[in-house]
């Protein structure tokens, strides 16, 4: 059992940066992929991030290509998504989640969530 725990979510002005925590416990974590979702109001849970066990392998969202980093501490057990060039578009609950079996982006595979963090970018 996994347990995941976000951070660092709040209020940023378009076109500043905000950096998101996810600290997990549970000996098992560096064998995850770990990805990042997201949650607007009224829509549904989409696909921002992942990467694998090792770091060595990164996947994102087009909408966040080359805006947004995911990467992880091992060692910490500790991944992270560093968001720049925050657009109001990007407003929304984060999530955290791990993947036993799979490097992927469907969000029903995942096997286990955090809590959320909320993320606002006003114009």
């Known amino acids: 059992q996994v347990q995941l725990v976000e951070s660092g979510g709040g209020l940023a002005q378009a076109g500043g940066s905000l950096r998101l925590s996810c600290a997990a416990s549970?000996?098992?974590?560096?064998?995850?992929?770990m990805g990042w979702f997201r949650q607007a109001p009224g829509k549904e849970r989409e696909f921002v991030a992942a990467i694998n066990w090792s770091g060595g392998s990164t996947t994102y969202a087009d909408s966040v290509k080359g805006r947004f980093t995911i990467s992880r501490d091992n060692a910490k057990n500790t991944v992270y998504l560093q968001m720049n060039s925050l657009k109001p578009e990007d407003t929304a609950v984060y999530y955290c989640a791990g993947d036993r079996r799979r490097f992927g982006k469907v969000t029903r595979e995942y096997d286990y969530w955090g809590q959320g963090t909320q993320v606002t970018v006003s114009s």
């Open positions: 549970g000996h098992t974590f560096s064998s995850y992929t």
